[in-house]
């Protein structure tokens, strides 16, 4: 069975999908100034449009110059996008302003951020929110004061649903959901507390923090998160509490950008404490429409078997999908030499993978950060289903190589059953590697495969009946799925349709 209609969420997974997280976050933000300008024009904003216009140009050719200048400095290709998400951001941090000292201090807190991203860095990692980097250093120095109006209450008609957006895409509304619970529970108990109504408090804590707006723009900056979903967890709920909580060390007082440089620190703490640089070893061809990179890491690189790893490559001229790409990791984290990543060969490709796959043997590659939590459950006794869609294949990879080859019963006690779904037999990648390593295998192509190890399913992916059919004990699995929003959609409703109650999932956003 085929998918005929993609389910919303999987229509808007792939929309999202076709541009960068950068460019999206540019758009979004120009779409949400845009908005002040027109609640000035109508007087429902305190601030004027000529105050608005001073501080938006101020914010966004500071930053822009400060990254030109800064990639001059350090040999590297300034990214307009960042740079652009940098000085939006500081326009709404700052009470929008015509006057020339102010405007200076806006400029002086856009140069801080960007220096930020090149100065206050460990083996190329970056460790503070540059936005919010720049707004301390300002509030410190006690030259301006960053306000947050972002939070004005009309601003929400735009911050809301742009915010919803961010995290959607980014897979962040948990995190995201935690600090917002925690933040709105204790201004409600501070109201309580102090004897005023609770809905008032819940009414303030959203029209007079910036609640919203941080958690979908300031706390889900990428660079700076840890890598796995507790974690991210942990790190919303401490910095929740900092920012409602009335704090203050001599004359340093709390606020929310400290609340979140004080997050960036734990999150460095927990993750992988530097950069990653890669020398590409060898590309080798998978399919005729995908491809493996095997790269040497310079440092030991750590990961879990499942996890993902951006690539960042900048080059002139990018298209609007970016200079950093997500891959998951299809190596053996045992492997300490090597760690390979493989993609979907599209012609014509972006400008991010044809500079890529041009890319020679020996070509030093960097990335920015390991991630992921689609790992296989710990307890060796849960019965697994594997279900991949075309380069969907590729988390499974590196978990089935993980685990190694054992006959006697599963790999290493597992019990685990492979559904792989691809547009011709010609399309399964690591066919052979997957029959040689112990594990039930069903394909899904046009035609019957006729490979060693495989048994042939029918075309597409099985609808819950099939799959009931060739996995009678479907319902006893914990499920993965991964490939695209459509394929990762139409498999999970099925999997719940027989019985499955344990799904999780990897969708692929613009492959």
């Known amino acids: 069975m085929t998918v005929s209609l993609s389910p919303p969420t999987a229509r808007l997974q792939r929309l999202l999908g076709k541009t960068s997280m950068y460019r999206m976050l540019v758009v979004l933000l120009l779409a949400m100034a845009a908005w002040s300008f027109v609640l000035s024009l109508t007087g429902a904003l305190f601030y004027t449009p000529a105050e608005l216009g001073a501080t938006l140009a101020t914010a966004i050719i500071s930053t822009l110059v400060a990254s030109r200048v800064m990639g001059l400095l350090f040999r590297t290709f300034p990214q307009t996008d960042s740079a652009l998400i940098t000085g939006l951001l500081l326009f709404f ?12 201090t806006i400029a002086l807190a856009a140069f801080a951020a960007t220096a930020s991203k090149y100065l206050l860095v460990w083996r190329r990692r970056h460790i503070f929110n540059p936005a919010a980097l720049g707004a301390v250093v300002i509030g410190l120095t006690g030259l301006n004061t960053p306000v947050w109006w972002a939070a004005a209450p009309l601003m929400l008609i735009v911050v809301l649903p742009a915010a919803f957006l961010v995290l959607y895409r980014s897979r962040l509304l948990p995190m995201a959901g ?16 102090s004897g005023e109504p609770a809905l008032e408090g819940l009414a303030t804590a959203f029209t007079s923090y910036p609640i919203i707006f941080f958690a979908g723009f300031m706390l889900s900056e990428p660079l700076t998160l840890p890598p796995l979903r ?8 401490v910095v929740g509490v900092l920012f409602t909580t009335p704090l203050s060390v001599g004359p ?3 606020s929310p950008e400290l609340a979140l440089l004080i997050g960036n620190l734990l999150a460095f703490a927990a993750g992988q404490r530097g950069g990653i640089s890669l020398r590409l070893r060898e590309t080798r061809e998978l399919t005729p429409t995908s491809r493996e990179l095997v790269f040497v890491p310079e440092r030991p690189l750590r990961y879990r078997a499942g996890q993902y790893l951006e690539l960042s490559l900048p080059h002139p001229n990018p298209d609007g999908r970016g200079l950093r790409r997500i891959f998951s990791i ?7 030499g090597t760690v390979s990543v493989a ?9 991010f993978k044809t500079k890529l796959l041009g890319a020679k043997p020996g070509t ?7 991630g992921g939590d689609f790992q296989l459950p710990r307890d060796v006794s849960r019965k697994i289903l594997m279900v991949a869609s075309g380069i969907g294949i590729t988390p499974f990879a590196g978990q089935l190589r993980s685990l190694g080859t054992n006959h006697t019963g599963g790999m ?3 019990d685990i059953v492979l559904i792989y779904a691809a547009s011709s037999p010609q399309e399964l990648a690591y066919a052979h590697e997957l029959a040689d390593l112990g594990v039930q295998l069903f394909a899904c192509t046009p035609a019957d495969p006729q490979l060693p190890g495989w048994t042939w399913l029918g075309p597409g992916l099985p609808d819950a009946a099939r799959l009931l059919e060739a996995v009678p004990d479907a319902a006893e699995r914990s499920a993965f799925v991964a490939g695209s929003p459509s394929a990762v959609s139409f498999t999970r409703r099925e999997a719940r349709r027989a019985g499955i109650r344990r799904i999780h999932t990897d969708p692929f956003l613009g492959y």
Do not use: K, N
């Open 330 to 336: 299809t190596s053996d984290p045992a492997d300490a």
């Open 364 to 370: 030093r590659i960097t990335a920015t950060t390991v």
């Open 252 to 254: 340093v007082f709390m």
């Open 412 to 414: 290493h006690g597992r």
């Open 178 to 193: 935690v600090f917002v619970l925690v933040t709105v529970g204790i201004v409600v108990l501070r109201f309580t507390v």
């Open 230 to 237: 507790w974690q991210r967890l942990a790190e919303a709920a």
């Open 93 to 104: 941090l700052f009470w929008p302003t015509t006057s020339g000292p102010e405007l200076g």
């Open 343 to 351: 993609m979907r060969v599209a012609s014509p490709g972006s400008s």
